[in-house]
């Protein structure tokens, strides 16, 4: 019998990524009750009641991958090491997103899947073979009968966003060859907890993955891990790599490496995730209590990329426009618009330098490197920023 606890409750959250417009602000928000848990059995961890995926993705997304540098150079060097490694004719990319991953391989090369037509759009307009499809058995037939079979698959956080995984991977299963690659990349467990970024949890994140997690429900589908790569992106990410059982890919010594830690940390004991979540209700009394303590100088805060992520934050620790003017993005689909739940503006970004802004609160914190090195004329007049990670600080 499936065993599901839940362990962490982040209160009533609106859909993460919808931006409000104006004329959407005197209008009551749908929320629904955010809570996380695990299953005993498969040790996956997710959100308790996901939501539909049409709710979610579809022409109105306004996520893109291209708007960080970090991730563009990050898919830059994976596609360097595909091609070196794996040598592949075909390429499929599930949840394509901007384009920003395969526009690195030539365009006969790549299909994308992008549920999103909005987005999808933009890397069709390259030139690339784009679907606007949900990833499932039906989408995979079709690019079966179109394509045929492919010798890589890459998805980017991605897979974490799909509720049925076991109908995921025979999807996977339906198009990829039997000595073909398949390479997954998304928030690491582990570092979720190490950092208590609990903000890893929202309506589109229905999971977040440990290696031993993965590893269960491989098993299932006749697939299995023969490489782990451990990345500092969005927080701390794992790119999995996966082969199927009756290939001849070695299995590196990663897979055990990074099995052992999360053994070692507790991934698969119920009392490890226990005391996240003190650590999570910790973090949400010492957060607005140093929003309180500077806005009680009279201090003006912003906020430094809207994430979907910081829709978590806002909601559950209840920051709204009386602790933040207001957000700056260079996503150009979220400016001009309100965060989510609390309603706070969102405007085009401009640097911060010169600017009567004393501290810019970190939405985007996982490209809290490349925000830095924007911004250094800000931190050097004296700017400052605060975060939540790993505790409600300031930078
Ligand atoms: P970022 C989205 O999450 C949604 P979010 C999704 N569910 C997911 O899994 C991840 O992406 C991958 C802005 N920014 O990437 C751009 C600046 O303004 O953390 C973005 O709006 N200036 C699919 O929303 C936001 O910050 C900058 O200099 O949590 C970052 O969003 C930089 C670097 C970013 O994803």
Redesign the pocket.
């Known amino acids: 019998m499936k065993k599901y606890i839940n362990f962490l409750d982040l209160g009533a959250q609106p859909l993460?990524?919808n931006y409000l417009k104006k004329n959407q602000l005197n209008k009551k928000e749908i929320k629904y009750k955010l809570k996380v848990g695990i299953d005993m059995d498969t040790k996956l961890v997710s959100i308790n009641k996901p939501l539909s995926s049409k709710m979610m993705f579809n022409k109105n997304y306004?996520?893109?991958?291209s708007?960080?540098?970090?991730?563009i150079t990050s898919f830059k060097n994976l596609a360097k090491i595909i091609n070196k490694d794996y040598k592949p004719k075909k390429i499929l990319e599930i949840?394509s997103?901007d384009g920003c991953f395969i526009k690195n391989f030539p365009k006969g090369k790549t299909i994308g899947i992008e549920p999103c037509s909005n987005v999808e759009k933009i890397t069709k307009r390259k030139g690339f073979d784009t679907y606007s499809e949900y990833w499932n058995i039906k989408t995979a037939k079709k690019i079966l009968k179109k394509r045929g079979k492919v010798d890589l698959i890459y998805s980017?956080?991605?897979i974490?966003?799909i509720e049925n995984l076991n109908d995921v991977f025979k999807s996977i299963n339906i198009l990829l060859k039997d000595d073909g690659v398949l390479i997954l990349e998304?928030?690491s467990l582990l570092e979720c907890l190490k950092r208590n970024t609990y903000?890893q949890f929202?309506n589109?994140?229905i999971y977040v993955f440990s290696l031993i997690g993965v590893e269960n429900i491989l098993k299932k589908n006749n697939l299995e891990v023969f490489h782990v790569q451990n990345l500092k992106i969005?927080g701390g990410s794992n790119r999995y790599f996966i082969k199927k059982k009756n290939s001849v890919i070695k299995i590196n010594k990663s897979v055990r490496v990074n099995r052992n830690m999360e053994t070692k940390y507790g991934l698969n004991k119920l009392s490890c995730y226990k005391s996240f979540a003190k650590r999570v209700q910790n973090s949400k009394v010492k957060l607005k209590y140093l929003f309180k303590k500077i806005k009680s100088k009279n201090k003006k805060i912003i906020g430094?990329?809207?994430?979907?992520?910081?829709?978590t934050i806002l909601n559950y620790c209840k920051i709204g426009k009386n602790y933040i003017s207001y957000f700056?993005?260079?996503?150009l689909d979220?400016q001009n618009k309100y965060t989510p739940g609390t309603k706070i503006p969102i405007y085009k970004?401009e640097s911060l330098s010169g600017k009567s802004i004393d501290y810019a609160f970190l939405?985007?914190?996982?490209?809290k490197d490349?925000?830095f090195k924007?911004e250094k004329k800000f931190i050097k007049q004296g700017g400052k920023f605060i975060t939540h990670t790993p505790i409600p600080r300031i930078l």
Do not use: C, L, Q
């Open positions: 993460a990524n306004p996520y893109r991958s708007m960080s540098k970090t991730m949840g997103n980017a956080n991605t974490s966003h998304d928030p903000d929202y589109e994140h969005h430094y990329g809207v994430t979907a992520k910081s829709t700056v993005d260079t996503t979220k970004y939405g985007a914190w996982n490209f490349e925000i924007k």
